[in-house]
């Protein structure tokens, strides 16, 4: 091989490396993995959770994708706040909801990736099922598909 | 060298309380959390207010958001306690830290208003930041029931008027905005 077909393929290689460091992808079982060890608990029903989250993926509602959905059995007291520990950093808690009349908690964080948010929602219910749903969404297009939507009714 | 270490630190020292004096408000309370029965926090800020956005223009019951003034926001952050029993600290020695802040230089009181129901008596302030220019960069919001506190504040460019726009909205409690010369 050439010296400059070498030098082409090497500045390549770090043009994709640099693109894939500025745009972090999700690995989702990764995130479960941290979330279940963080919660004290396992996932439930992987299988049929992850044939939902192939569905959840081919289809884009309101412009979402990439949906992966994770549902844990807790045990005792969990605290969602632990969830954010998890976390890699970029991550923001943009909102905080915890119902302690009804033992709910949500928390919902996001990451900006380029031009798209992914999106990470936390949800326990009072009888200690918690869901995991993460997807990526883009702010511009979602508005876009609302006023389409919003014009069409 | 020595002398140099000197001034920059004296800078620092000097630049501080200018630091400190920002529309954004350190919102915690300490111990209301614990009483309260229901606490919801937003904190949109940077880019993750387009997706505030978003769902802002997905609320079927309002009026379309003039997306010129979100533009101009920073940052919307609210903070919301419910409480199943009206708790006695909840005065104004609780609010102390935030109305501490308040009164620095740059923030003005511009609404008081006061209700009383049958469920007791409520209480809306605004406050608003100025800078030097006379432009609002900041509006603080502190809404009081028996049973329910509301801290908001909004960072950015936006006049105490727009708040009607966003106020049941978001988390941010529907407030009143009329002139101080209508306190009741």
Redo the contacts between chains.
């Keep these: 091989m050439k010296p400059t077909a070498l030098a082409a393929l090497a500045a390549v290689w770090l043009c994709a490396a640099n693109t894939a460091q500025a745009s972090p992808r999700l690995d989702f079982n990764q995130l479960v993995d941290r979330v279940a060890v963080a919660l004290h608990c396992r996932p439930q029903h992987p299988h049929l959770v992850g044939m939902v989250s192939f569905f959840a993926r081919l289809s884009h509602p309101h412009e979402a994708r990439g949906m992966h959905i994770a549902i844990f059995e807790t045990h005792g007291e969990s605290n969602l706040d632990a969830v954010a520990g998890a976390l890699d950093a970029g991550w ?10 009804d033992h709910e908690q949500a928390r919902i964080f ?1 990451r ?1 990736d380029g031009k798209r ?1 992914q ?1 990470l929602i936390a949800n326990l219910d009072d009888d200690g099922e918690a869901q995991l749903v993460t997807l990526e ?1 883009a ?2 297009d ?2 876009h598909e ?2 389409r939507h ?1 014009s069409q009714n | 060298m020595r002398k140099r270490w000197g001034v920059l630190f004296t800078g620092l020292l000097l630049a501080a309380p200018l630091v400190a004096q920002q529309p954004r408000l350190d919102m915690h309370l300490s111990g209301l959390a614990a009483r309260a029965s229901e606490v919801n926090e937003v904190s949109l800020d940077g880019a993750a207010l387009k997706l505030g956005m978003a769902f802002l223009n997905n609320d079927s019951d309002m009026d379309r958001v003039d997306r010129e003034l979100l533009s101009k926001l920073k940052g919307i952050y609210v903070l919301n306690y419910e409480f199943d029993h009206a708790p006695p600290e909840l005065n104004d020695t609780t609010l102390a830290p935030i109305r501490q802040q308040l009164q620095a230089r740059g923030w003005s009181r511009i609404v008081t208003s006061r209700s009383s129901s049958r469920r007791g008596d409520e209480t809306d302030e605004v406050y608003v930041y100025t800078d030097a220019a006379g432009q609002i960069q900041g509006l603080a919001v502190i809404s009081r029931e028996p049973r329910e506190l509301s801290v908001v504040n909004i960072v950015g460019t936006i006049k105490p008027e727009e708040l009607t726009q966003l106020s049941g909205h978001l988390g941010i409690p529907k407030v009143d905005v009329k002139p101080k010369g209508d306190e009741q």
């Design positions: 923001t808690q943009i909102i905080r909801h915890d119902n302690y009349r996001v900006q948010f999106m969404v702010p511009g979602l508005i609302l006023d919003r």
